[in-house]
């Protein structure tokens, strides 16, 4: 009778086994944050009107990269879905972790991402950009924009700056004034990704850019270089002590706290500074896509965007769940849940521009579509942990800003082995 | 092996129970062994074999045998000889004061701990706490606009000053923040330590007419000389993987001051996708941490 009942279990065991594997569950890596928050709620929303379970795993922002990459250097299928930020795309690419959607679109019966989505947020999401295939689809919206205390830099002189020479102009009288309690600007000078972070716009504002439109050279130690350095280190000293460790939320603080004048941040910022509860400035924060240096300004593009595992079990479902979450409808919903869109008809929802949290829209598309992506190669982790180095230690001043470019021109060169 | 009456029943049973019987001892040992050798021995094989290959992060690229390669890029990288130097620097400094406040606050309330019972408690406080706890904590203390410490030096009318962001203090912070942790544990080995002093040769000493400074340089010191080895070997070891408070307060910032091995090598396994090297770094940290330990303990005589 014992051994009736165990035969039983194990072959009811077995079926359940079998058809848990065949059910088509989605498992999504996402960020921490509203992006992560924003993907979550809109796979449990498909999960209650398919009928069927996704999973979403949460880890922060590094982690994200670091359980990407080894579940694609392992194989292991752990994850169908990876929400990646964009300067992860040519590594996660490149080195075969990413699934190739061309035939997936084919099967769909279209040939792409339609046409309503901005052209710089599909550029991205093609490796190599914007002429590749398509190994992922834009979700997320970001990319920095510039914030100031409009009536402070009126104060100042500056009615609306429209190049970084107006910032700093601002920026110095107000941080004289201020008598160590007030800032004219503050960034991000924490080593690394944010240093590099709040760097590139400026550096690409005086026309340098760290490699040639070939790929075939460094080109960081230049004169544009020089002059981007130049006003990076003006900007450095009207900034508050302490900048050197700043990262995004430390500059988000100060701007709410209404400490600092002005900042490059993300829009997912406009949030904090319109919310009474996080802001003294609800109201008074003004935004405008990036000052001009000597050529126009140029904001980095941040977009989160989702791509399938190479090594999922599940990719045809992953595939149909990207494609309805980056519908129209879906992406209207996703910025209503706090994240910027990347579709023209959901930045020009009237529905949605009415509306005060979302005054920044016109500002935020304008500088996604004038935004440059970072420098696209495989060891960019590499090639930004090199070039945040220098650039700590010329804001830190251990060395002066000619040192700090042409010892990153050195790094970069070795990293990539160009010349 | 006495053979009793059951044993000898079982013999009399099939061959499995005769082998069974033969093999209990190996039989009960294989678990305990198995689980070191999966939780131990395999991780540490395979740390050799990765530490001797450059590994792609393409899982369709074969992993390349590089021999002693990634050692010899140990000397050439200049990463690593900064974090190597700035591991040095904080293992000296902040185990040395730890150890010098431990000892000196076990040896000032030695006497009046037992009235005061409650201090000790108070004093495990910050050891107890996780350490990503302690560097949110001391994150929030150093922030240079709206910390508590900076806010103090402004009421005092002294400049403020940017903790973790300067090059010259954030090293310093750091340290500061360590030795706020884990002086409570030297300090509790020290206790535990006097308290097992024999009284005689104190008693002697007194008559003798010995100074109270006499006393502790040839008899308390001596005596607790096994205690203060193990403290300081424990306490070398756990500096040396430091990594919590560095991720936290500066990672590894600014200009590269106070970036540690574990920080580095941390970064180069999965930042830089570079696990080979990586291993051959970890490798190097376990060789420095072994040698370390045996000269310690040879030098203490604790080997015997």
């Known amino acids: ?419 | 092996m006495l053979q009793t009456g059951k044993s000898a029943s079982v013999r009399r049973g099939g061959p499995l129970e005769q082998w069974t019987e033969r093999h209990l001892r190996y039989l009960m040992l294989a678990p305990t062994v198995l689980i070191l050798l999966a939780l131990t021995i395999f991780p540490s094989v395979y740390m050799f074999y990765a530490a001797v290959h450059r590994i792609s992060p393409n899982p369709d690229l074969p992993w390349e045998f590089v021999g002693a390669g990634n050692f010899a890029r140990l000397i050439s990288d200049p990463q690593f000889h900064v974090a190597l130097r700035n591991t040095v620097v904080f293992t000296i400094v902040a185990v040395t004061l730890e150890f010098l406040l431990g000892l000196g606050l076990a040896l000032l309330l030695d006497r009046f701990i037992r009235r005061l019972s409650f201090l000790k408690t108070v004093l495990m406080i910050p050891m107890m706490l996780p350490p990503i706890a302690v560097a949110i904590t001391w994150k929030l203390i150093y922030e240079p606009q709206f910390g508590v410490l900076n806010e103090i030096m402004f009421l005092l009318g002294l400049p403020v000053q940017a903790w973790a962001g300067d090059v010259n203090l954030a090293m310093f912070s750091i340290i500061v923040a360590d030795v706020w942790q884990w002086t409570p544990f030297i300090f509790l080995l020290m206790l535990a330590g006097l308290a097992s002093l024999p009284v005689e040769p104190y008693e002697a000493a007194a008559l003798d007419g010995a100074s109270s400074w006499r006393q502790f340089w040839d008899l308390t010191l001596p005596f607790l000389k096994p205690v203060i080895a193990i403290a300081l070997l424990l306490r070398v070891m756990d500096a040396l993987r430091l990594f919590d408070l560095v991720f936290i307060l500066t990672g590894g910032g600014p200009a590269d001051r106070t970036k540690v091995l574990s920080l580095y090598i941390y970064q180069v396994a999965y930042r830089f996708a570079d696990p080979g090297y990586a291993a051959a770094m970890s490798l190097f940290v376990l060789f420095v941490t072994i040698v370390l330990s045996t000269w310690f303990m040879k030098r203490m005589r604790l080997a015997e």
């Open chain 1, 1 to 419: 009778m014992v051994r009736k009942f165990c035969l039983a279990l194990a072959v009811a065991a077995s079926a359940l086994a079998i058809s848990a594997s065949a059910w088509a569950d989605i498992t999504i890596l996402v960020p921490s944050g509203s992006e992560g928050d924003g993907l979550r709620a809109a796979a449990a929303d498909y999960a209650k009107m398919k009928n069927t379970k996704v999973e979403t795993v949460q880890a922060p922002y590094a982690n994200v990269f670091e359980q990407g990459a080894n579940a694609g250097a392992t194989k292991s299928g752990v994850f169908d879905i990876v929400l990646m930020d964009d300067p992860w795309i040519p590594f996660f690419a490149e080195n075969g972790h990413l699934e190739d959607l061309t035939s997936y679109f084919k099967g769909a019966g279209v040939e792409g991402p339609d046409s309503d989505f901005l052209s710089k947020s599909l550029a991205i999401c093609r490796n190599p950009y914007n002429s590749g295939p398509y190994v992922c689809l834009p979700y997320v919206g970001n990319a920095q924009m510039f914030f100031y205390d409009a009536a402070k830099f009126k104060e100042a002189g500056v009615e609306a700056p429209k190049t970084w020479d107006d910032v700093l102009k601002a920026a110095k009288a107000l941080t004289e004034q201020g008598g160590g309690r007030y800032f004219g600007y503050v960034f991000r000078g924490g080593q690394g990704n944010p240093v590099v972070a709040d760097f590139m716009p400026i550096f690409w504002s005086y026309g340098a850019d760290m490699f040639n439109a070939e790929r075939t050279k460094v080109t960081i130690d230049t004169p544009e270089g020089a002059a981007a350095t130049k006003m990076f280190m003006a900007l450095r000293d009207v900034s508050p002590k302490g900048v050197e460790s700043y990262n995004a939320n430390e500059v988000g603080t100060a701007m709410a706290a209404g400490t600092a004048a002005s900042s490059i941040n993300w829009p997912n910022y406009v949030a904090t500074f319109e919310d009474p509860s996080q802001s003294k400035m609800v109201g008074k924060i003004s935004f405008s896509p990036i000052p001009a240096g000597t050529k126009p300004g140029s904001s980095e593009i941040g977009h989160w965007t989702m791509g399938i595992m190479a090594a999922s079990k599940n990719k045809q479902e992953a595939f149909d769940f990207m494609m309805w979450a980056t519908t129209a409808e879906q992406i209207k919903i996703s910025a209503e849940r706090g994240n910027p869109p990347v579709r023209t008809s959901v930045f020009t929802d009237p529905e949605l521009t009415k509306q005060e949290q979302f005054r920044h829209y016109p500002v935020l598309m304008e500088a996604i579509q004038a935004s440059t992506p970072r420098p696209r190669h495989p060891k960019w982790p590499e090639i930004e942990n090199a070039f945040g180095i220098e650039l700590s230690k010329a804001v830190a001043g251990t060395i002066t800003p000619e040192e700090a470019l042409k010892n990153s021109q050195a790094a970069v060169e070795q990293i990539t082995g160009l010349k």
